[in-house]
Every structure is written in C-alpha cells, then in structure tokens.
C-alpha cells in the first residue's frame, strides 16, 4: 500500500488536489472534514456530538476523530493505498495513525505539505464561503481554525521531520502546475 498525508492550513487546496491525485494514482481519499459534514447532515450520532465544535472552529477531540478514521480505512480493505486529507491534526492523531497502519503492515510513505500564506489563505476561504456559504468559513470562526492550526497542527510538521517524510509544496499557482509538483513528489515513491 501506498499511504499520503496531504497536510496543510485551512484553504490550502488539499481537497481540490485530492480529487485529481485519486483520479490518478487510484487511491483512496479520506478527508475527515467530509466525514464530519457528512455526519452532521445525515444528523446521525456523531454529527450531533460535533456539530458546535465544528462550527465554532474547533477541533473534534483526538479519540472521536481517531476512531471515524480507523472505521474509514477499514471500509477499504483492497484500496492500493489511502490519502489522508485533514488528519492527522495533532500529534496523538499521527502516533494514532502510525500504530494503526503498523498493525496492518504498513506505514505512510510520504507528508507533503501545501504552502500557502496567510494573506491567500484568507482571501480563498472567503470566496470559499460565498460560494458554499460553510458556516466554519465566516470570519470569526475562521479565526479559531487558524488558532487550532498555529497551536496543535503545526507540530505534525516536525514529527514527520523527524521521520524523514516530509516534503514541501508550493501552494500557490496554478492548480495543474501545483497537481504537477505533487504528482512528481508521489512519483518518487
Ligand atoms: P479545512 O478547510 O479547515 O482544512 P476541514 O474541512 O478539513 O477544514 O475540517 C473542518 C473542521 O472539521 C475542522 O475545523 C475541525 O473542526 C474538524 N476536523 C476535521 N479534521 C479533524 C481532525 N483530524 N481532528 C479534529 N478535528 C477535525
């Protein structure tokens, strides 16, 4: 198997490359933001548990998002390898999904982080919300998704430092020049 972690801050693009990597490399896209939008439309359970959380910008606590996860991954058992879209967010979600995988024999092969300013960053997310009017996506609570991301996500970057799988992408261009350099990192493996 062959398992990607697309990681990057909010707006950076990760489901619009997503969406063409799967198409090329026949993998799996799982992106725990979708599963939640899901969950919360369907109004099952677990969309009630997280609802507020996510529409205040909060993250979902690690145990509830870890769990949606697993259940994910496990839905696929003849997937030729998966792309982590919005997980891991926190360093206990990363070591969650390295013992994971380890017990099913494999591993992620590579992170590649989307680069993009804040200054971008601000100015798609609100074309993104006049678009798909997400409620997330409103300023004041954009604000606390950028607080998450600088005090919890950011230090996914170094553990997968520290593992040697990190490499860096520029963000910002056009999207087939951005697909281009993501595929050639992808191709490496
Ligand atoms: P973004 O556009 O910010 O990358 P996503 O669509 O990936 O947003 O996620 C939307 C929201 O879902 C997050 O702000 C958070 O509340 C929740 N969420 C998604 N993935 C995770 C995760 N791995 N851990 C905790 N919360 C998550």
Redesign the pocket.
């Known amino acids: 198997m062959l398992n990607f972690v697309l990681f990057g801050p ?2 950076a693009g ?1 489901g619009t490359q997503s969406e063409k990597l799967i198409e090329k490399y026949q993998l799996i896209h799982i ?4 599963l ?2 899901a969950h919360i439309k369907d109004q099952s359970a677990l969309g009630q548990r997280v609802s507020e ?2 529409a205040n ?4 606590p ?1 145990e509830i ?1 870890i769990a949606m996860l697993e259940e994910e991954v496990d839905k696929n058992p003849d997937a030729k390898g998966f792309i982590f ?6 360093v206990p ?1 990363a070591e969650a999904l390295d013992s994971f995988l380890e017990r099913k024999g494999t591993s992620i092969a590579g992170v590649i982080a989307l680069d993009v300013d804040q200054e971008e960053l601000t100015k798609r997310i609100a074309q993104r919300q006049l678009e798909t009017g997400r409620v ?1 996506d409103q300023a004041d609570k954009l604000q606390k ?1 950028i607080e ?1 991301y600088f005090s919890k996500t950011i230090h996914v970057l170094p553990y997968y430092e520290g593992q040697q799988k990190l490499s860096k992408v520029n963000g910002i261009g056009k999207i087939d020049d951005i697909f281009a350099e993501l595929s050639a990192v992808i191709d490496q493996y």
């Open positions: 909010p707006g990760k992106s725990t933001g979708d939640f939008r959380l996510i910008g909060k993250l979902v690690d998002t879209d919005g997980f891991p967010r926190t979600q997330d998704r998450e």
